[in-house]
T-cell receptor
Framework: DTGVSQDPRHKITKRGQNVTFRCDPI?????LYWYRQTLGQGPEFLTY????????KSRLLSDRFSAERPKGSFSTLEIQRTEQGDSAMYLC????????????FGPGTRLTVT | ELKVEQNPLFLSMQEGKNYTIYCNYS?????LYWYRQDPGKSLESLFV?????AVKQEGRLMASLDTKARLSTLHITAAVHDLSATYFC???????????FGTGTRLKVLA
């Protein structure tokens, strides 16, 4: 298994544009998480899925953000009308089962909004 | 609201020295995780601590968990330059699966 993958790795966009990121978890991992990390800070939880169900969303996730995980496999995170404050590293993680709490992180997508 | 604090935030140490990073958290949790992050990279799992009194060691790093004190430590023995990175602890709230990360400790080991 190649681990959690994310695409793209880097994205530069102009303010007001929409962007979409993709995350492919480790196969058979039923939970998938999104975090956001700004420079010099620890990652902050955004949302998580168990299979295809989105079970929790952070208050950080404004209505410009939407995440999906159709069919319980890959996930997408879309940001509409991007703002400069959205510039960050977006990390995806996955975990397996009801007794395993360890999350495995992907390489991240670095977003720069100009 | 669960808060996770690490200290120190920055640590500059010489090769061969020992030091400890502390991670305090504000509410009940039995599970704590340590990750390493190199500049511009993602998070690499170091330790998973799942019960009070848990102690794990890997190479020059040793992590422990005291759930009653709500404290975890990451001890570095005889530091080497390759350990230079940012270290994060994370806690997940009982009954949830999301991680709350600490502020991070940026470690620089000087040759």
């Amino acid at each position: 298994d190649t681990g959690v993958s994310q695409d793209p790795r880097h994205k530069i966009t102009k303010r007001g544009q929409n962007v979409t990121f993709r995350c492919d978890p480790i196969s058979e991992h039923n939970r998938l998480y999104w975090y956001r990390q700004t420079l010099g800070q620890g990652p902050e939880f955004l949302t998580y899925f168990q299979n295809e169900a989105q079970l929790e969303k952070s208050r950080l996730l404004s209505d410009r953000f939407s995440a999906e995980r159709p069919k319980g496999s890959f996930s997408t995170l879309e940001i509409q009308r991007t703002e400069q404050g959205d510039s960050a590293m977006y990390l995806c993680a996955s975990s397996y089962g009801t007794l395993s709490y360890e999350q495995y992180f992907g390489p991240g997508t670095r977003l720069t909004v100009t | 609201e669960l808060k996770v604090e690490q200290n120190p935030l920055f640590l500059s140490m010489q090769e061969g020295k020992n030091y400890t990073i502390y991670c305090n958290y504000s509410t009940t949790s039995d599970r704590l995780y340590w990750y390493r992050q190199d500049p511009g990279k993602s998070l690499e799992s170091l330790f998973v601590l799942l019960s009070n009194g848990a102690v794990k060691q890997e190479g020059r790093l040793m992590a422990s968990l005291d759930t009653k004190a709500r404290l975890s430590t990451l001890h570095i023995t005889a530091a080497v330059h390759d350990l230079s990175a940012t270290y994060f602890c994370a806690v997940d709230l009982s009954g949830t699966y999301k991680y709350i990360f600490g502020t991070g400790t940026r470690l620089k080991v000087l040759a």
